[in-house]
């Protein structure tokens, strides 16, 4: 008896040990380019869990849409805790689906946000992490004078080559139908008619549109103000050049949101308290290449970047409204 009564508690120590040992567990929705190995999610999880002796999962999904359409389909019994990625051009739908909590994490002095219809922050349910313009990409080397404006990309000769993304499955291709419609109000479908020779391809992801650019199968790619620090900082490449349009540019502003079915809800507001510290706001730049969101440095580098002169963005709601028929123009606009 004495026997079985040792081996019994032998038994329950280990079960106590492998339970105390057993860490919380963070899932995060984000997009594929955040998770992987060149992006910020591995520095970024390396950091929290420093701190919060947990363990962060990083769920790479294919785009910023595709986080949003992934929780619209799992709903209330998703197991993430966050999503991660979405932006402002989303957000009215996001919150409609009742899925988001209020995060309630003070930013008060925290936030270092362009001027826009945005600023100060008060969404209840996102807290934004980084920000950039959405602008088309080319190699000066090769392409020695581009277009200097929205007029003058649509005038251009149809034998200059770019490529979009779809804005029903990528955020620039989305960014670039709210700037082309922040333009041209009233004469859109006109707009993207005289684009629609030009479009080499239209992509479902950043990446392949990007890749393909770099590739040499285009002229210019629709992609970030910021794109070209990449090039400068990690490649030692200064030929690659964001083109100032005249007319402004569109803004971009990335959001995190902490889901109300989330496991770890109290983890889930630590973390995104730690996303926009100095600590966490410092890896973006160089990593997720966007501006921070908080008021940390940037590399040199980002000095030499274009600056619009206006920074157009419409209100979550407006996006939530127009998206569909807007999308409509731009399907008719690039058939014809």
Known sequence: ??????????????????????????????????????????KI???????????????????????LGRLQIEAASSTADIALGLDTNLMETAAKTGLFDDHNINLDGKLALPATRLSPWNDKNFVPFDWGYFAFVYDQDKLATPPASMAALLDAPNDLRIVIQDPR????????????????????????????????????????AYSMFLEGEADMVLSYST???????AEGKTNFKAARFAEGHYTQIEVAGILKAAPNKTLARRFLTFLISDEAQSILPTTN????????????????????????????????????????????????
Request: one cysteine or more; charged letters at 15%.
């Open 1 to 42: 008896m004495l026997n079985i009564n040792v081996k019994l508690l032998f038994l329950v120590g280990i079960l106590i040990s492998n339970i105390a040992a057993a860490k919380t567990e963070l899932t995060i929705y984000t997009y594929d380019s955040f998770a992987s190995e060149w992006g910020p999610g591995p």
């Open 45 to 67: 999880k390396e950091a929290f869990e420093k701190e919060c002796d947990c363990t962060v999962n990083f769920v790479g999904l294919d785009s910023s849409i595709g986080i």
């Open 169 to 208: 499955t990528a955020t620039p291709g989305l960014g670039l139908l709210l700037w082309m419609n922040a333009i041209y109000p009233d004469n859109t479908a006109n707009a993207w008619k005289k684009l629609a020779p030009k479009i080499t391809t239209v992509t479902k992801g950043w990446w392949d």
């Open 227 to 233: 794109s070209p620090a990449y090039h400068a900082i």
């Open 289 to 336: 290449w966007m501006y921070p969101a908080g008021n940390v440095a940037v590399p040199d580098a980002f000095a030499t970047l274009i600056k619009p002169g206006t920074a157009f963005l419409f209100s979550p709601k407006t996006v939530a409204d127009k998206r569909a028929d807007w999308t409509n123009l731009w399907r008719d606009g690039l058939s014809q």
